[in-house]
T-cell receptor, first 113, second 116 residues
């Protein structure tokens, strides 16, 4: 059974204080790993797709990396607008439908000025 | 702009009543999905449909029903048989195409259902 575990559950940062979020996964063949950002009361917003170990993607203050067992989302010099819940999800090679993803519970990030 | 519209944003029902959540997309996507989100848990798949007039159960289908009469629409009914219906419900769609730069799912902004 595919599983995704995110840690920590919650993270409180001072503005400018860099940190990393972890996403550990077990999947029967990884097709892709995805990071989303979710604001309260909204649907998840896509951030990154990673396909193979060693791959890295960057967007503004965010950088996602992938190994064979986990992914990290690094937040460099965060700003208050980076406050959100960050979700990790995996897509199995054996899936019968493109949108069937296994999600982690998320990491809630709060950045204070 | 193309997207997914879920309505209503908030829904309140009494226990024992069935309730239907609306989901409409204008992205011309073939596949549509319903996920449920609870505090401290990952999104869980309720039902999905890859073509009109066909749908499959996800991981937590008990107490729910769906229909897919039109490509654009995928309503979810939460029945009185669902033991813990209070949750945030997310509808999503997918083009089922290989797009190595993008997300496999496009989400709506959810419906928060409260049953008392």
């Amino acid at each position: 059974e595919d599983q995704v575990t995110q840690s920590p559950e919650a993270l409180r940062l001072q503005e400018g204080e860099s940190s990393s979020l972890n996403c550990s996964y077990t999947v029967s063949g990884l097709r892709g790993l995805f990071w989303y950002r979710q604001d309260p009361g909204k649907g998840p917003e896509f951030l990154f797709t990673l396909y193979s170990a060693g791959e890295e993607k960057e967007k503004e203050r965010l950088k996602a990396t992938l190994t064979k067992k986990e992914s990290f989302l690094h937040i460099t010099a965060p700003k208050p607008e980076d406050s959100a819940t960050y979700l990790c999800a995996v897509q199995s090679l054996t899936t019968d439908s493109w949108g069937k993803l296994q999600f982690g519970a998320g990491t809630q990030v709060v950045v204070t000025p | 702009d193309g997207g997914i519209t879920q309505s209503p944003k908030y829904l309140f029902r009494k226990e024992g009543q069935n309730v239907t959540l609306s989901c409409e997309q204008n992205l011309n996507h073939d596949a549509m999905y319903w996920y449920r989100q609870d505090p401290g848990q990952g999104l869980r798949l309720i039902y999905y449909s890859q073509i009109v007039n066909d749908f499959q159960k996800g991981d937590i289908a008990e107490g729910y029903s769906v229909s897919r009469e039109k490509k654009e629409s995928f309503p979810l009914t939460v029945t009185s048989a669902q033991k813990n219906p209070t949750a945030f419900y997310l509808c999503a769609s997918s083009s089922q195409q290989t797009d190595r730069s993008g997300s496999p799912l496009h989400f709506g902004n959810g419906t928060r259902l409260t049953v008392t």
